[in-house]
């Protein structure tokens, strides 16, 4: 009987002890997160995202009715 309880738990990947995100994985997971968002805004903020924007809002608004 045991043996069939412990293929259950391991075939429905319940396992003792993993219960959450360790601090580890907290910072790291912060640190990429930080890092995406930097990167996100010097794209966003790029003189070549800007002109774009310019351009497609400026297209958009002399559109005829």
């Not at 910072?27 to 351009?55: D, N």
């Amino acid at each position: 009987m045991r043996i069939i309880w412990f293929r259950v738990r391991t075939a429905l990947g319940a396992r003792g002890g993993d219960k959450g995100m360790s601090t580890s994985e907290y910072a790291m997971g912060t640190i990429a997160a930080c890092a995406f968002a930097a990167v996100l805004y010097k794209v966003v903020t790029s003189e070549v995202v800007a002109t774009a924007l310019q351009s497609t809002i400026g297209k958009a608004l002399d559109v005829p009715f």
